[in-house]
């Protein structure tokens, strides 16, 4: 006899799933000794359930394939609709799993029972539930949502009474190909028409572009008629930074410089361009056209921008009707643009013998194998690593920026080491998002993942402070997370920490940390100062150049 619990690992394994985050409930043990004996897939077991959902997300994001997790009823389904709604707005497939109470009892006042269906509608793509006799093709069919059109996540409620219930049902299917449909090809006549006239065009790109797998495609086109690039901060290592046609990544660290470019572009060229991180209208003038590439609709707002044309299909398609074009000479200045860029940077680069966020940075970029992992949270230092952190493919630098949430670093660092156990994994995090999960360290030491924990310690939430002060309110009111360091002793949870206030120090622990075989935490004391005349710039220009 095959149970519930039983077809239901065999399926998540079929489908591809390697681990499945949670923390179990009395009613999830059967699935649990099911996981336990089908091979090829595991239980992890996390410190707290929106960690589970943050792993998940990045497992989708990293293998393509979905990330699971569950969570016991009412509590445990709240605490885990934080991660999931990371998969939804960062874009990444996600099978999320909760209790549910059985038939007879789902609409009774019952202890920790909600309507979890209700609850996760707004939070994911699709939301269903597992049923004996049905449970291979509902998984599949959640599995094949997920992975579709726009990945995200999908809820799977499962009963509390069916788990070693026998289920049968036919051999298991094999997950299906997304359905791929090509633009129009009056949308694809629009866009080369919009390309042909335009003198000074800018290309952007976002998250879809990141998954594409099309980086190659986009550098031909790039090259063939020279078109400045600009990036959205989680479409990082789609063109390495010292391309002479890079400009650099919206609305994070001095996004103003960047501005002085594309104010200047007579249309916006959009590649997998997702408003989830910033919109349209946010940065592109009104009177400038714009070219929307991808496999969803342009999002905007046409009352007061001009959508030149809607490409809505595969990319990559659409990218060798716009490739076919006769190459342009553009007017741009590359010298100017080049000129602007190194203004960019050198305003990022580190005081000599300063030890403040930027310091920190670029000794990690020094010391991290240029193809190893970087996680980092939200916060003033996300906005450096935004626009400062060489990144030559889009999986080696893993942010949250569609649901921006605090707490992502270190379970995301978890799973990229979970998924990617070859490269080295680091995490930067500030005081803020380390409170929030750093139980999950417990996590990273019982797996022995060899991880560099790097906490950016000011003791405060800065970029609310810095929000304060560009409004003229009392900065530090409500912002300060504790009075003296945060560790204060040579381990946290079993796992080394080395403080350092300097940057020969730091540099020591750095070798130190990854000559190491576990996780190590490294305490960088810091000031939050240098953050001030960096973020929160906007995306419009302030300033002009003599080179302009």
């Given at each position: 006899?095959?149970?519930?619990?039983?077809?239901?690992?065999?399926?998540?394994?079929?489908?591809?799933?390697?681990?499945?985050?949670?923390?179990?409930?009395?009613?999830?043990?059967?699935?649990?000794?099911?996981?336990?004996?089908?091979?090829?897939?595991?239980?992890?077991?996390?410190?707290?359930?929106?960690?589970?959902?943050?792993?998940?997300?990045?497992?989708?994001?990293?293998?393509?394939?979905?990330?699971?997790?569950?969570?016991?009823?009412?509590?445990?389904?709240?605490?885990?609709?934080?991660?999931?709604?990371?998969?939804?707005?960062?874009?990444?497939?996600?099978?999320?799993?909760?209790?549910?109470?059985?038939?007879?009892?789902?609409?009774?006042?019952?202890?920790?029972?909600?309507?979890?269906?209700?609850?996760?509608?707004?939070?994911?793509?699709?939301?269903?539930?597992?049923?004996?006799?049905?449970?291979?093709?509902?998984?599949?069919?959640?599995?094949?949502?997920?992975?579709?059109?726009?990945?995200?996540?999908?809820?799977?409620?499962?009963?509390?009474?069916?788990?070693?219930?026998?289920s049968r049902e036919q051999d298991l299917l094999v997950l299906a190909a997304p359905e791929i449909r090509q633009a129009s090809?009056?949308?694809?006549?629009?866009?080369?028409?919009?390309?042909?006239?335009?003198?000074?065009?800018?290309?952007?790109?976002?998250?879809?572009?990141?998954?594409?797998?099309?980086?190659?495609?986009?550098?031909?086109?790039?090259?063939?008629?020279?078109?400045?690039?600009?990036?959205?901060?989680?479409?990082?290592?789609?063109?390495?930074?010292?391309?002479?046609?890079?400009?650099?990544?919206?609305?994070?660290?001095?996004?103003?410089?960047?501005?002085?470019?594309?104010?200047?572009?007579?249309?916006?060229?959009?590649?997998?361009?997702?408003?989830?991180?910033?919109?349209?209208?946010?940065?592109?003038?009104?009177?400038?056209?714009?070219?929307?590439?991808?496999?969803?609709?342009?999002?905007?707002?046409?009352?007061?921008?001009?959508?030149?044309?809607?490409?809505?299909?595969?990319?990559?398609?659409?990218?060798?009707?716009?490739?076919?074009?006769?190459?342009?000479?553009?007017k741009w200045d590359l010298e100017a643009l080049l000129k602007r860029k190194q203004e960019m940077f050198a305003a990022l680069?580190?005081?000599?013998?300063?030890?403040?966020?930027?310091?920190?940075?670029?000794?990690?970029?020094?010391?991290?194998?240029?193809?190893?992992?970087?996680?980092?949270?939200?916060?003033?230092?996300?906005?450096?690593?935004?626009?400062?952190?060489?990144?030559?493919?889009?999986?080696?630098?893993?942010?949250?920026?569609?649901?921006?949430?605090?707490?992502?670093?270190?379970?995301?660092?978890?799973?990229?080491?979970?998924?990617?156990?070859?490269?080295?994994?680091?995490?930067?995090?500030?005081?803020?998002?380390?409170?929030?999960?750093?139980?999950?360290?417990?996590?990273?030491?019982?797996?022995?993942?060899?991880?560099?924990?790097?906490?950016?310690?000011?003791?405060?939430?800065?970029?609310?402070?810095?929000?304060?002060?560009?409004?003229?309110?009392?900065?530090?009111?409500?912002?300060?997370?504790?009075?003296?360091?945060?560790?204060?002793?040579?381990?946290?949870?079993?796992?080394?920490?080395?403080?350092?206030?300097?940057?020969?120090?730091?540099?020591?622990?750095?070798?130190?940390?990854?000559?190491?075989?576990?996780?190590?935490?490294?305490?960088?004391?810091?000031?939050?100062?240098?953050?001030?005349?960096?973020?929160?710039?906007?995306?419009?220009?302030?300033?002009?150049?003599?080179?302009?």
């Amino acid at each position: 006899m095959i149970t519930v619990a039983q077809r239901f690992a065999e399926t998540l394994r079929e489908i591809g799933v390697r681990y499945i985050f949670g923390v179990p409930s009395g009613s999830m043990i059967d699935y649990m000794e099911a996981i336990r004996k089908t091979q090829g897939i595991d239980f992890v077991l996390v410190s707290h359930e929106a960690g589970a959902g943050f792993m998940a997300s990045i497992c989708g994001r990293l293998t393509r394939i979905p990330g699971a997790c569950f969570a016991t009823f009412g509590p445990g389904a709240t605490n885990v609709s934080t991660g999931i709604g990371a998969a939804l707005l960062d874009r990444n497939p996600v099978l999320v799993f909760t209790d549910e109470m059985p038939k007879e009892k789902r609409h009774r006042c019952v202890q920790m029972n909600i309507d979890h269906k209700a609850l996760f509608k707004p939070l994911t793509k699709w939301t269903t539930r597992l049923m004996p006799g049905k449970v291979g093709e509902t998984l599949f069919k959640a599995a094949s949502i997920a992975v579709k059109t726009l990945p995200g996540p999908v809820y799977v409620g499962v009963p509390s009474d069916i788990g070693s219930r026998e289920s049968r049902e036919q051999d298991l299917l094999v997950l299906a190909a997304p359905e791929i449909r090509q633009a129009s090809p009056s949308a694809v006549k629009a866009m080369q028409e919009s390309v042909s006239k335009a003198k000074k065009p800018v290309l952007v790109m976002g998250i879809l572009a990141a998954q594409s797998n099309l980086k190659p495609l986009i550098q031909d086109v790039i090259e063939k008629f020279h078109l400045p690039v600009v990036l959205t901060p989680m479409a990082k290592g789609m063109v390495s930074e010292d391309h002479p046609l890079y400009v650099g990544v919206l609305n994070h660290a001095l996004a103003n410089i960047v501005g002085q470019t594309h104010s200047q572009a007579d249309l916006v060229i959009g590649i997998g361009y997702d408003p989830v991180e910033v919109n349209y209208e946010d940065w592109v003038p009104p009177s400038v056209p714009i070219v929307h590439i991808s496999t969803v609709p342009a999002d905007l707002d046409t009352n007061s921008h001009i959508l030149a044309a809607d490409v809505v299909g595969d990319m990559e398609t659409s990218l060798h009707a716009l490739i076919s074009l006769s190459s342009m000479k553009t007017k741009w200045d590359l010298e100017a643009l080049l000129k602007r860029k190194q203004e960019m940077f050198a305003a990022l680069t580190p005081a000599k013998g300063s030890f403040g966020p930027l310091a920190v940075l670029q000794g990690l970029r020094q010391i991290l194998p240029f193809d190893g992992i970087l996680t980092c949270d939200v916060g003033a230092h996300l906005h450096l690593i935004g626009q400062f952190w060489p990144t030559p493919e889009p999986d080696c630098l893993l942010m949250t920026n569609g649901w921006s949430s605090m707490g992502f670093a270190i379970p995301a660092a978890i799973a990229a080491k979970l998924c990617r156990p070859d490269k080295k994994v680091a995490c930067v995090v500030g005081d803020g998002g380390f409170l929030m999960t750093a139980g999950e360290l417990a996590t990273a030491l019982r797996l022995g993942l060899h991880i560099v924990f790097i906490l950016l310690s000011d003791r405060e939430l800065s970029l609310i402070r810095i929000k304060q002060k560009h409004k003229h309110y009392k900065a530090g009111y409500g912002t300060l997370l504790f009075e003296q360091d945060l560790m204060m002793s040579e381990t946290f949870l079993g796992i080394p920490v080395l403080t350092v206030s300097d940057p020969i120090a730091y540099r020591a622990a750095l070798e130190k940390s990854f000559s190491l075989s576990g996780p190590v935490i490294i305490q960088a004391k810091i000031s939050s100062t240098e953050y001030d005349d960096l973020v929160l710039k906007g995306n419009r220009v302030q300033r002009k150049f003599p080179y302009l």
